[in-house]
């Protein structure tokens, strides 16, 4: 009778001790409010839910505890949640998935637990919200988003004020043939008409095919394609020639006929990096000449082969740059009317293309140089 009375005495001591193991745990896990955590055991039983995970997925107290966790996880319904659930068992590793509910971003982590680093014991599931990380994330790639369309806004207007330049000539030639026309007609001279038709229709297909080029050169195309490095400088050299040309700046272009330059990048995001060194340089030119009159103003583009790399530099014989330090930081200007965007977004743009674009001399020339992968 003792012996019976002593084991039962043991039984109960071992029953209260494992309990209160099994409070300790529960406090423990509870004292973390802000993260919702489920543990399971190696049968995929859950032994413990906290009130935050009952709360978040309106789950009575203490409803699944003992229940197979695929019970649960039918009732939540997140077919993406199987994903996680592909762990090596006898392996430490961690899986996570992020799931949308209603308005509310929930980051599920899914761990194995391992006894001496090689029993599988179970399984510990956390989740967090996220939303308030997500919405900055979402603020932050809208903002990028409006600085590039504020820089492509400024490069329209470079391009608007190019072709501006760029049609004057041969609208001018085509005036004077429409006026040479009506003048032989009064006159009644109808031998020189012809010549002059033709010339006038030489004129109009010079603008065609301008325009043609134009629109051609800013077609707003994201995406990854096999680009030609050499035609883009080509097509950007037709743009912003008749501009320099206006402000007497001479434009040089450098490049190894023998080699190819493709490169599978995004046209569009080249060019916008392009344009934006060319028209800095233009300003910095401009301003430069203003202050020395007896200066020969030159921008030159050198497209070369470095290593395993395509290299363009855009170099200018300005005064130069006397703080480096901050040239591609937002908001960064020495110009009197600059809004300091315009390096910051082609910087961005090369990171977007898995390219580099660094200040290669600040002065002497001043000369930026643009790397991407061949």
């Given at each position: 009778m003792q012996s019976y009375a002593l084991i039962l005495a043991c039984f109960i001591i071992a029953f209260l001790l494992?309990?209160?193991?099994?409070?300790?745990?529960?406090?423990?896990?509870?004292?973390?409010?802000?993260?919702?955590?489920?543990?399971?055991?190696?049968?995929?039983?859950?032994?413990?839910?906290?009130?935050?995970?009952?709360?978040?997925?309106?789950?009575?107290?203490?409803?699944?505890?003992?229940?197979?966790?695929?019970?649960?996880?039918a009732r939540l319904s997140f077919n993406e949640l199987n994903q996680?659930?592909?762990?090596?068992?006898?392996?430490?590793?961690?899986?996570?998935?992020?799931?949308?509910?209603?308005?509310?971003?929930?980051?599920?982590?899914?761990?194995?637990?391992?006894?001496?680093?090689t029993k599988f014991e179970g399984y510990i599931l956390s989740v967090a919200d996220i939303t308030h990380e997500k919405e900055l994330e979402l603020a932050k790639i809208k903002n990028e988003q409006m600085l590039l369309l504020n820089s492509k806004m400024a490069i329209l207007g470079e391009m608007v004020s190019a072709i501006s330049h760029q049609q004057r000539s041969p609208l001018s030639s085509l005036m004077l043939c429409l006026d040479e026309i009506d003048e032989l007609a009064m006159s009644g001279q109808t031998s020189g008409i012809d010549l002059q038709v033709n010339r006038?229709?030489?004129?109009?297909?010079?603008?065609?095919?301008?325009?043609?080029?134009?629109s051609k050169f800013y077609k707003n195309d994201d995406s990854v394609r096999d680009v030609d490095v050499s035609q883009i400088i080509a097509e950007l050299v037709l743009i912003i020639k008749p501009k320099l040309n206006e402000h007497g700046i001479k434009l040089v272009c450098v490049c190894d006929k023998t080699q190819k330059f493709i490169t599978k990048s995004v046209s569009s995001y080249i060019k916008q990096i392009l344009l934006s060194l060319i028209s800095n340089a233009k300003d910095e030119l401009i301003k430069f000449t203003s202050q020395n009159f007896e200066?020969?103003?030159?921008?030159?583009?050198?497209?070369?082969?470095?290593?395993?790399?395509?290299?363009?530099?855009?170099?200018?014989?300005?005064?130069?740059?006397?703080?480096?330090?901050?040239?591609?930081?937002?908001?960064?200007?020495?110009?009197?009317?600059?809004?300091?965007?315009?390096?910051?977004?082609?910087?961005?743009?090369?990171?977007?293309?898995?390219?580099?674009?660094?200040?290669?001399?600040?002065?002497?020339?001043?000369?930026?140089?643009?790397?991407?992968?061949?």
């Open positions: 494992l309990k209160s193991r099994k409070s300790e745990l529960e406090i423990a896990l509870s004292k973390t409010p802000n993260l919702a955590l489920l543990l399971t055991d190696k049968h995929n039983h859950i032994k413990f839910i906290n009130k935050k995970f009952e709360s978040i997925f309106s789950l009575t107290s203490k409803e699944f505890i003992g229940k197979s966790l695929n019970e649960l996880l996680l659930f592909t762990l090596n068992a006898k392996e430490q590793n961690l899986r996570e998935v992020v799931i949308k509910k209603d308005q509310i971003f929930l980051r599920f982590r899914l761990s194995n637990v391992l006894k001496n680093a006038a229709k030489q004129s109009i297909h010079l603008i065609n095919e301008t325009i043609g080029s134009f200066a020969i103003p030159e921008i030159t583009i050198n497209l070369e082969m470095i290593s395993d790399e395509i290299c363009i530099s855009v170099s200018d014989n300005g005064a130069g740059i006397d703080d480096a330090s901050h040239i591609f930081e937002p908001f960064f200007t020495d110009k009197e009317n600059g809004t300091g965007m315009g390096l910051y977004v082609a910087y961005e743009l090369s990171k977007k293309l898995n390219a580099r674009l660094s200040l290669q001399s600040a002065k002497t020339p001043t000369k930026f140089c643009l790397f991407l992968k061949k």
